[in-house]
């Protein structure tokens, strides 16, 4: 179905476990060694998600300081709840990460926690893989929380859910929104030294 090489060494992994895209909108096939980041927005135009090789992933997951960059933009919790995402977000709801020597390459922050993970993807000839959060929350940086699954499949999970009453995806400030709400939360009562964790269930049930 897929084939993962790993790159990331024994310390890498654990200092992440110190562990172990919400709607398909661009209709774009992945060349072979491909994936899909964060949509480009320049001038306020969201464009076509760029593509890197696989090859390129595994420079930029091999780069110590952008590894060191990532956790500190990780706010982790208990091993089962979201770990959010506290820097830049994208229209999407998904984190954005400088990656790589010059911190050039913007990439899609649970798309490059996902891999640190499991290893870099590598797409099988024909498939469009992305990373998918089965807890719907965009901002999610929780290895245990995505999976590897075909952008086809990802659209047509995203449409049945869409309509929900409860959880994410009825959150009236959209996923970037959302997101924006829990990272200022989790920054202001780090800042304040308040209850963290209270911080983070109101702004989650603020817009629902």
């Not at 245990?144 to 400030?173: C, K, S």
């Amino acid at each position: 179905m897929r084939r993962i090489v790993g790159v990331v060494s024994a310390d890498q992994l654990a200092m992440f476990d110190m562990v172990a895209e919400a709607e398909a909108e661009a209709e774009v096939a992945v060349p072979v060694g491909q994936l899909a980041l964060v949509e480009d927005e320049r001038g306020g135009r969201r464009l076509h998600p760029a593509h890197l090789p696989s090859e390129e992933w595994a420079v930029l997951l091999a780069h110590g300081p952008t590894l060191a960059r990532y956790l500190t933009k990780v706010h982790r919790r208990g091993d089962d709840a979201c770990w959010f995402w506290t820097s830049a977000i994208s229209s999407t709801g998904h984190g954005k990460l400088r990656a790589g020597p010059g911190s050039l390459t913007v990439v899609s922050a649970h798309v490059y926690g996902y891999q640190l993970a499991h290893g870099v993807i590598v797409a099988r000839p024909g498939g469009d893989p992305v990373v998918a959060h089965r807890c719907d929350e965009a901002s999610c940086q929780n290895p245990a929380h995505m999976e590897l699954i075909e952008r086809a499949v990802n659209g047509d999970d995203y449409r049945a859910r869409r309509w929900r009453v409860t959880g994410p995806f009825a959150d009236v400030r959209g996923a970037d929104g959302r997101a924006k709400a829990i990272r200022d939360a989790i920054r202001n009562a780090k800042a304040s030294g308040s209850d963290i964790e209270a911080a983070i269930e109101a702004a989650m049930a603020a817009g629902l």
